[in-house]
């Protein structure tokens, strides 16, 4: 079992930034690979970026363009996203997931001026 509890959302004028943070639970976190998605009002779910156990290993949506970053500590357990150069269209409910059918809750993050 693992439990996923996002944070760090909030609300940022455009090109600023922003750190989430997904917080698990459960033994197997260290051997999961972890993604970020988001889901914008009246769109469908993408993935931002996924990240492989070790951290060795990342990928990222094409819309990225180099402006965030995903990382892990596997010693607490925690993803993170860090988010620059925030544009309108990065506005969505962020959520974590690990496969197996393992969602957060979400966190929203609004870019807006």
């Known amino acids: 079992q693992v439990q996923l509890v996002e944070s760090g959302g909030g609300s940022v004028q455009p090109g600023g930034s922003l750190r989430l943070s997904c917080a698990a639970s459960?033994?197997?976190?260290?051997?999961?690979?972890i993604y970020w998605y988001r889901q914008a009002p009246g769109k469908e779910r993408e993935l931002v970026a996924g990240?492989?156990?070790?951290?060795?290993?990342?990928n990222y949506g094409d819309f990225v363009m180099g402006r965030f970053t995903i990382s892990r500590d596997n010693a607490k357990k925690t993803v993170y996203l860090q988010m620059n150069s925030l544009k309108p269209d990065d506005t969505a409910v962020y959520y974590c997931?690990?496969?197996?059918?393992?969602w957060g809750q979400g966190t929203q993050v609004t870019v807006s001026s």
């Open positions: 997931n690990a496969p197996g059918g393992y």
């Open positions: 459960g033994s197997i976190f260290s051997i999961k690979t």
């Open positions: 990240i492989a156990p070790s951290g060795g290993t990342t």
